[in-house]
């Protein structure tokens, strides 16, 4: 079972920035963050693949960008932060190298806290 470790969450006005980091114990082909509103279900935000292919939600497009660090790294660059970007955000792996925010993800993270004030 793959350990994830996220950090990076914090508060920031609206307009700012974050930068989400996870840890991976070993390289997982399929990685990606998802994030929970309190009282709703937890909702793909941007998922990356083996390859480098990156899939997004529509309501983060052009704002949130996926990246990988060295292998074991997973970020997510967060710009032009909205109120209702607040939530819980979690990292997610999978051993799949076909990957998108609709895939099943087995192995999570505790999650990192978002805030974004208006």
């Known amino acids: 079972q793959v350990q994830l470790v996220e950090s990076g969450g914090g508060s920031v006005q609206a307009g700012g920035s974050l930068r989400l980091s996870c840890a991976a114990s070993?390289?997982?082909?399929?990685m990606g963050w998802f994030r929970q509103f309190p009282g709703k279900e937890r909702e793909g935000v941007a998922a990356?693949?083996?390859?480098?292919?990156t899939s997004y939600a529509d309501s983060v497009k052009g704002r949130f960008t996926i990246s990988r660090g060295n292998l074991a790294t997973l970020y997510l660059e967060m710009n032009s932060l909205k109120p209702e970007d607040t939530a819980m955000y979690y990292c997610?792996?999978?051993?799949?190298?076909?990957?998108?925010?609709?895939?099943?993800?087995?192995?999570w993270g505790q999650g990192t806290q978002v805030i974004v004030s208006s």
């Open positions: 070993v390289y997982m082909p399929c």
């Open positions: 990356i693949g083996g390859g480098g292919v």
């Open positions: 997610a792996a999978a051993p799949q190298s076909d990957c998108h925010i609709r895939s099943y993800f087995r192995s």
